[in-house]
T-cell receptor
Framework: GAGVSQSPSNKVTEKGKDVELRCDPI?????LYWYRQSLGQGLEFLIY????????KSGLPSDRFSAERTGGSVSTLTIQRTQQEDSAVYLC???????????????FGQGTRLTVV | AQKITQTQPGMFVQEKEAVTLDCTYD???????LFWYKQPSSGEMIFLIY??????QNATEGRYSLNFQKARKSANLVISASQLGDSAMYFC??????????????FGQGTTLQVKP
């Protein structure tokens, strides 16, 4: 498809287990974002990949969270030893971010709803 | 420090009337972009409108316009002739150009708009 694809769409996991969330960005998009959204709340920035630059990890809430982006395309967000407070919708977005060009909108996936029981 | 502030958690508007959703931002970067997104109950994120910090005119897209007051650091979204389908959560977001090409997109907490018939 032409849009941002996330999998799985829903994930229920037991507290303490590790989970991996996947994001397939739009082909050719250099920038990829991960956000977390709790019910009825705003988007909490987690991590930002831009081309070959070092990722901006400033939003990761703890060292249990990590993300990688292989080959400048697919990204995986990993949460280790999940806690109940990790329950949220995890949104991925991609865009054609370029330096000095500000008007590139981000396109979002449908999100992964994570429930930790 | 909060970069994007949306002070209205919830708003009501009568169908066919206009409504203004507030957004203020904080940046010392002279080059930045401001975005508005709509999130219906289905959860998808829909890009509405963009305003660049150097743009001389307020952005408009159909029934959406952006009231950009640079000195006040505000970028309010105006929706004219509200429709029932406008009921959704609305997010203001900003990207700073920065000095190291790490211009991540940061979102406000959102405003829930309900359009009354």
């Amino acid at each position: 498809g032409a849009g941002v694809s996330q999998s799985p769409s829903n994930k229920v996991t037991e507290k303490g287990k590790d989970v991996e969330l996947r994001c397939d960005p739009i082909s050719g998009h250099t920038a990829l974002y991960w956000y977390r959204q709790s019910l009825g709340q705003g988007l909490e920035f987690l991590i930002y990949f831009q081309g070959n630059s070092a990722p901006d990890k400033s939003g990761l809430p703890s060292d249990r969270f990590s993300a990688e982006r292989t080959g400048g395309s697919v990204s995986t967000l990993t949460i280790q030893r999940t806690q109940q407070e990790d329950s949220a919708v995890y949104l991925c977005a991609s865009s054609l971010d370029r330096q000095f060009v500000m008007n590139t909108e981000a396109f979002f996936g449908q999100g992964t709803r994570l429930t930790v029981v | 420090a909060q970069k994007i502030t949306q002070t209205q958690p919830g708003m009501f508007v009568q169908e066919k009337e206009a409504v203004t959703l507030d957004c203020t931002y904080d940046t010392s970067d002279p080059s930045y972009g401001l975005f508005w997104y709509k999130q219906p109950s289905s959860g998808e994120m829909i890009f509405l409108i963009y305003q660049g910090s150097y743009d001389q005119q307020n952005a408009t897209e159909g029934r959406y316009s952006l009231n950009f007051q640079k000195a006040r650091k505000s970028a309010n979204l105006v929706i004219s002739a509200s429709q029932l389908g406008d009921s959704a959560m609305y997010f203001c977001a900003m990207r700073e150009e920065g000095s190291s090409n790490t211009g991540k997109l940061i979102f406000g907490q959102g405003t829930t708009l309900q359009v009354k018939p």
